[in-house]
């Protein structure tokens, strides 16, 4: 289960005013940042970075679409629209409703309904007028308007199948963390698809409802905010004990009065496993130890509870398709 996000993902971010522009550029340096670093492969940042930087970028462009579209809107133009959407009770009331609101706004973009074989897709227009990949713009509002979706129904949905119009990379595990495995890259336009029975149901979300999903900050960003507790739970005993060694999977099990199957049938419904969340920590560990030039390949090896250094390489090539000397050499890189 992803903790973190791949770097190149702000370079996503700032796509819409240049990676180049003097406000990414002061922006970066503020991070401690380089555009070398944006591309390096395996690099990660936190989800609390993440977010940060994409409310950074939002603030100092004072735009909700971060430079994206051909004029900037106001910030607070998400929560106007979706405390006026209280009164919709219905998917199409709603992109009616979405539709009329950002119209005021922008001619760039509207949301389709589509209806075909017992299933409704929301497709997304959006006119390209820029020479631009617009991958953080199309995960954000399609992620949003999911987001969005769920709130008003009143449970989590699951999409039968989302489109990218962009091409797949590899970096895109990402994306599959947040909206399941049925991903489709390269289509011919960016779609969410619901089965008909899951999405043709009363909207009933109020005001305060509304409320306290707008100061959830993660859904605005391409963070996950599912609760999944067992993973937490897993994720920070490992933490706890991580200089005496990584605890069993068993360990674990006891720590939370559970038997080793349940907890492996807690794990597998969050869509996660013990081996997944330990690999994940390791890897994190390991990018974060890898960028003090003076710590020694073996000492981090060490740290990490790795027999041998040889072994470290091998987990560390699997991770991020460089080794550990690769990866520091780029991330180090002037």
Request: some cysteine.
């Amino acid at each position: 289960m992803t903790q973190t996000i791949p770097m190149p993902f702000l370079g996503d971010v700032l796509e819409g005013i240049g990676v180049r522009s003097p406000v990414a550029q002061r922006l970066l340096s503020e991070w401690q940042l380089t555009d070398r670093q944006l591309t390096v492969s395996g690099h990660r940042v936190s989800k609390l970075e993440y977010s940060g930087f994409v409310k950074r970028v939002m603030f100092e462009t004072e735009d909700l679409f971060l430079g994206f579209l051909d004029k900037p809107l106001p910030r607070r133009a998400f929560g106007v629209f979706a405390m006026g959407a209280v009164g919709c009770r219905s998917l199409r009331a709603l992109v009616d409703y979405g539709n009329l609101y950002f119209s005021m706004f922008t001619d760039q973009f509207h949301w389709e309904i589509v209806r075909q074989a017992g299933t409704v897709a929301l497709v997304l227009k959006f006119d390209e007028r820029r020479n631009l990949s617009y991958r953080f713009i199309y995960q954000s509002m399609l992620l949003i308007w999911l987001r969005l979706i769920s709130w008003f129904i009143g449970e989590e949905l699951k999409p039968r199948i989302l489109a990218f119009r962009f091409p797949e990379q590899s970096i895109d595990s990402h994306l599959r963390y947040l909206f399941g495995e049925r991903l489709t890259f390269s289509a011919d336009d960016n779609r969410i698809v619901f089965d008909e029975a899951a999405i043709d149901v009363p909207f009933s979300a109020t005001q305060d409802e509304v409320l306290r999903m707008l100061k959830d900050n993660h859904n605005m960003m391409l963070v996950r905010n599912t609760a999944e507790p067992f993973t937490r739970q897993t994720r920070r005993l490992l933490v706890l004990h991580r200089e005496t060694g990584w605890l069993k999977q068993a360990d674990i099990a006891h720590s939370l009065g559970l038997s080793e199957n349940l907890y492996w049938r807690k794990l597998k419904k969050e869509g996660a496993t013990y081996s997944g969340i330990l690999g994940n920590l390791k890897r994190d560990f390991a990018l974060r130890l890898l960028a003090d030039p003076n710590l020694a390949m073996e000492a981090i090896a060490q740290q990490l509870h790795f027999s041998e250094l040889s072994a470290f390489n091998k987990a560390f090539r699997k991770w991020t398709g460089s080794t550990p000397g690769q990866y520091r050499t780029q991330l180090l890189a002037d």
